[in-house]
C-alpha cells in the first residue's frame, strides 16, 4: 500500500536501473531511500548517494573503513539533513546529506577490534551509537592477551558531535583473573557486544 501497489503488480515488475559497486565483490549495508536519493556504504568504506530513479551518483564519500551497518538520515539545524553511520574500524561520522562533505569524526571505541555492525539512532538531536567487536579473530594468536573489549552504547550531540556518555554493557573493567595450561593470562570480564541497532523508547 505504501507504494501504491497492488499484490497483483509485484510479478510484473522490470529492473529499472542496477549500479555495480566498484571493485566489490558484495554488500552488506542495508541501503536507506529519503528525498529521492539512496544512501548505502560499502566494504571498501566508500559511502554512496544515489539518485532512487537513476541510479546515478549525487557524491562519494571515502571511511577509514569498512561500513557494514545501514546509514541513518536526520534533519539538523537551519532545514539541512545529515547522514551517521559508524565504520568496521570504531569509528562515528556524520556527514552532510546534500554534498556527503565531513560533519565531524570521532573514535567511538580503540580498541584494535572495534567495530560499528549495527544501524545508528537519532533521536531529540542526539545520536545513539552499538559498539561491537571481533575480538575473537585477534584472540585465535597465542600471544594476544585475552580478552578486554566491553561492549558499549554511545550518545553525541547530532551537531557538534559531542559525546555525552558512553555505558559499557559489562561495568567491571577487564582485570587478570587466571591463567591457561600454558601460562597466558585470561582477562575479564568481556564481550557483550552489540552487534544491533538501538532501539530507543520515549
Known amino acids: 500500500a505504501a507504494a501504491g501497489m497492488t499484490a497483483a503488480e509485484i510479478p510484473k515488475l522490470k529492473l529499472k536501473w542496477a549500479f555495480a559497486f566498484p571493485g566489490e565483490t558484495f554488500v ?16 571498501s568504506g566508500v559511502v554512496y548517494a544515489l539518485d532512487a530513479k537513476s541510479g546515478c551518483t549525487h557524491w562519494t564519500f571515502a571511511a577509514d573503513a569498512a561500513v557494514k551497518a545501514p546509514v541513518t538520515i536526520a534533519a539538523l539545524e537551519g532545514g539541512r ?4 553511520f559508524g565504520d568496521q574500524a570504531g569509528r562515528v561520522y556524520s556527514l552532510d546529506a546534500a554534498d556527503g562533505k565531513l560533519r565531524w569524526k570521532k573514535i567511538g571505541d580503540d580498541h584494535p577490534s ?28 597465542v600471544n594476544y592477551r585475552c580478552c578486554v573489549f566491553r561492549g558499549s552504547i554511545l550518545a553525541y550531540d547530532i551537531n557538534s558531535g559531542e559525546r555525552f556518555w558512553k555505558a559499557y554493557t559489562i ?15 585470561m582477562i575479564g570480564p568481556s564481550g557483550a557486544s552489540a552487534w544491533s541497532a538501538v532501539t530507543i523508547d520515549e
Open 81 to 84: 539533513f545529515g547522514v551517521f
Open 114 to 141: 572495534a567495530r560499528v555492525t549495527g544501524g545508528v539512532q537519532v533521536f531529540e538531536n542526539r545520536l545513539y551509537v552499538p559498539m561491537s567487536s571481533l575480538e575473537e579473530a585477534l584472540a585465535m594468536d
Open 28 to 43: 552488506e549495508s542495508q541501503p536507506t531511500v529519503v528525498g529521492g536519493r539512496i544512501f548505502v556504504g560499502s566494504p
Open 171 to 185: 561495568e567491571q573493567e577487564p582485570n587478570q583473573a587466571s591463567q591457561d595450561s600454558h601460562g597466558k593470562p
